[in-house]
């Protein structure tokens, strides 16, 4: 096992055989092994620099009904909120002042958000804080409406995968929504320009490791700036309520892969990740990882956006949590840099 992973650092590659393989054979040795070289390669990229990216939930209404998610349609226990246009940009103002120079707007599938609106709401963002990159978050649009919100000043979007499999991807939403459609988008907004932010989640319901080499050689081949890769959690109003949540093991094994298969890839460690454990993102970094996203939302709106049940730092100002994340990532030798935080992958 150990061959495969020197395998895959000296040539940032495997089959699909040999990613099964190597993800089903794990063992706490082996991780440590691999969390070791994952940080020589992330070190030799990055240093101990993490970026940090301000995230503004800004509408938790949702067109969608995925069966993992807590602000799916169906749940009608949830409080819908949603910012306006001088809300998002006081929040930007507050995370500009606490050293964020990229703001990340993420929310559900919310028409009231016209593409017309949205325009509006980006080139707004792009005045006023020339020197931050702006990110979006926003689900599946199309084409026209990706080129409009490039032209308007947004220079990276995220959108993760969830799954590779055709299958598997059914299994985990509604039948509108496709595996295809999702990859055809990623496609999309490659091809406009975005700096591409994809990933999956780990312990989904019915997830094999034949899954997840599949989305390891999907990783391979769209060939994205970034990848967020989380534990799924369940949530208590939805349909995998009773499901058992993806373990901090496996997502740890697959950050030090991700980060030998994508040297210079941006990788976060996810709020979920620090969710289903008190340590859970000092180990993501430890394993790999660069990146972390605190929330810029208001603290009025924070616990209505959960996707999950027991998400952390919801009752948390921004600027505490910038403070508790840079006490964190300092305690394990780590220093959170202000700059844009752009990928070395290009
Ligand atoms: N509407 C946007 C933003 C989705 S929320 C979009 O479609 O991209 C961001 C991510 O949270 C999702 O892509 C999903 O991977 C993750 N997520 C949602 N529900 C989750 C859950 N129950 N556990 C863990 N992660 C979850």
């Given at each position: 096992?150990?061959?495969?992973?020197?395998?895959?650092?000296?040539?940032?590659?495997?089959?699909?055989?040999?990613?099964?393989?190597?993800?089903?054979?794990?063992?706490?040795?082996?991780?440590?092994?691999?969390?070791?070289?994952?940080?020589?390669?992330?070190?030799?990229?990055?240093?101990?620099?993490?970026?940090?990216?301000?995230?503004?939930?800004?509408?938790?209404?949702?067109?969608?009904?995925?069966?993992?998610?807590?602000?799916?349609?169906?749940?009608?226990?949830?409080?819908?909120?949603?910012?306006?246009?001088?809300?998002?940009l006081?929040?930007?103002?507050?995370?500009?002042?606490?050293?964020?120079?990229?703001?990340?707007?993420?929310?559900?599938?919310?028409?009231?958000?016209?593409?017309?609106?949205?325009?509006e709401m980006i080139g707004d963002i792009r005045d006023k804080f020339p020197?931050?990159?702006?990110?979006?978050?926003?689900?599946?649009?199309?084409?026209?409406?990706?080129?409009?919100?490039?032209?308007a000043g947004?220079?990276?979007?995220?959108?993760?995968?969830?799954?590779?499999?055709?299958?598997?991807?059914?299994?985990?939403?509604?039948?509108?929504?496709?595996?295809?459609?999702?990859?055809?988008?990623?496609?999309?907004?490659?091809?406009?320009?975005?700096?591409?932010?994809?990933?999956?989640?780990?312990?989904?319901?019915?997830?094999?490791?034949?899954?997840?080499?599949?989305?390891?050689?999907?990783?391979?081949?769209?060939?994205?700036?970034?990848?967020?890769?989380?534990?799924?959690?369940?949530?208590?109003?939805?349909?995998?309520?009773?499901?058992?949540?993806?373990?901090?093991?496996?997502?740890?094994?697959?950050?030090?892969?991700?980060?030998?298969?994508?040297?210079?890839?941006?990788?976060?460690?996810?709020?979920?990740?620090?969710?289903?454990?008190?340590?859970?993102?000092?180990?993501?970094?430890?394993?790999?990882?660069?990146?972390?996203?605190?929330?810029?939302?208001?603290?009025?709106?924070?616990?209505?956006?959960?996707?999950?049940?027991?998400?952390?730092?919801?009752?948390?100002?921004?600027?505490?949590?910038?403070?508790?994340?840079?006490?964190?990532?300092?305690?394990?030798?780590?220093?959170?840099?202000?700059?844009?935080?752009?990928?070395?992958?290009?």
């Amino acid at each position: 096992m150990k061959e495969l992973i020197d395998k895959l650092r000296d040539t940032n590659e495997l089959s699909r055989g040999e990613w099964e393989c190597l993800i089903r054979g794990r063992t706490p040795k082996l991780a440590e092994y691999l969390f070791e070289e994952a940080r020589k390669v992330r070190h030799a990229h990055y240093g101990t620099d993490v970026y940090v990216r301000g995230l503004i939930e800004f509408t938790n209404y949702c067109r969608n009904d995925c069966f993992y998610c807590g602000i799916r349609k169906s749940n009608l226990e949830v409080r819908r909120y949603r910012l306006d246009k001088q809300e998002i940009l006081l929040c930007c103002e507050t995370g500009y002042e606490l050293g964020f120079r990229t703001f990340v707007l993420q929310g559900g599938e919310d028409g009231f958000y016209s593409d017309d609106k949205m325009v509006e709401m980006i080139g707004d963002i792009r005045d006023k804080f020339p020197d931050c990159a702006i990110t979006l978050s926003i689900g599946e649009k199309s084409y026209e409406a990706y080129q409009r919100f490039y032209d308007a000043g947004a220079d990276r979007y995220l959108l993760r995968h969830e799954t590779y499999d055709a299958e598997h991807y059914g299994k985990l939403h509604p039948p509108e929504l496709t595996a295809a459609r999702r990859q055809q988008c990623l496609w999309d907004l490659k091809k406009i320009g975005y700096q591409v932010g994809t990933g999956f989640m780990v312990g989904t319901p019915w997830q094999t490791e034949a899954n997840l080499a599949s989305d390891m050689l999907f990783l391979k081949e769209l060939n994205p700036q970034m990848v967020g890769i989380g534990p799924f959690i369940p949530h208590h109003e939805t349909p995998f309520a009773a499901y058992d949540a993806g373990s901090k093991e496996l997502t740890l094994f697959m950050l030090g892969l991700i980060r030998l298969m994508l040297p210079k890839v941006l990788l976060p460690a996810t709020t979920a990740l620090g969710t289903i454990d008190t340590q859970g993102r000092e180990a993501g970094i430890l394993a790999g990882a660069n990146v972390v996203m605190p929330n810029l939302s208001p603290t009025s709106v924070r616990k209505d956006y959960s996707l999950y049940d027991n998400k952390i730092c919801t009752g948390d100002e921004a600027a505490e949590c910038r403070m508790c994340l840079a006490n964190r990532m300092h305690s394990i030798g780590y220093e959170v840099v202000v700059n844009r935080g752009d990928s070395l992958n290009n």
